[in-house]
């Protein structure tokens, strides 16, 4: 088992931003089995899907239009419910199969954090067994 992590810095308060790379470069060489790529974090998660700019900009209106901005109990806190609630409808992780080392995403696969709070500086584990 390895397990490695890095970090990456967000601009917006609602941003996908593609980690495709960091993850490929987080895996074990050789590693054959599955990746697990975690967010240490509430308020922002990790999901597959394509990395193509306009797809992204539709995620982050979606998520701006499914989740209200306001009105949430937990802002009376830190003002940021908005930002728990979309993190919890994307999951904080994913497992991505691996062969020799190399990731086995399809196509038109990215390995994607999405923020919910930005901007800020993520910490993404990546565990490969």
Same mark, same amino acid.
């Given at each position: ?54 797809? &992204? ?45 190399? &990731? ?26």
């Amino acid at each position: 088992m390895a397990h490695s992590e890095f970090t990456v810095g967000t601009d917006d308060r609602l941003e996908c931003v593609d980690v495709t790379e960091q993850v490929r470069e987080a895996v074990a060489a050789g590693a054959t089995g599955t990746a697990t790529v975690f967010s240490r974090h509430t308020t922002c998660g990790i999901t597959v899907n394509e990395a193509e700019g306009r797809l &992204l900009g539709d995620v982050e209106d979606f998520l701006a239009d499914v989740v209200p901005d306001t009105g949430w109990a937990h802002d009376e806190i830190d003002d940021n419910a908005d930002s728990h609630l979309r993190a919890a409808l994307i999951g904080p992780d994913v497992t991505i199969p691996v062969a020799e080392g190399e &990731l086995q995403l399809g196509t038109w696969q990215s390995v994607l954090l999405v923020e919910c709070d930005g901007p800020r500086t993520r910490t993404v584990t990546v565990t490969t067994d």
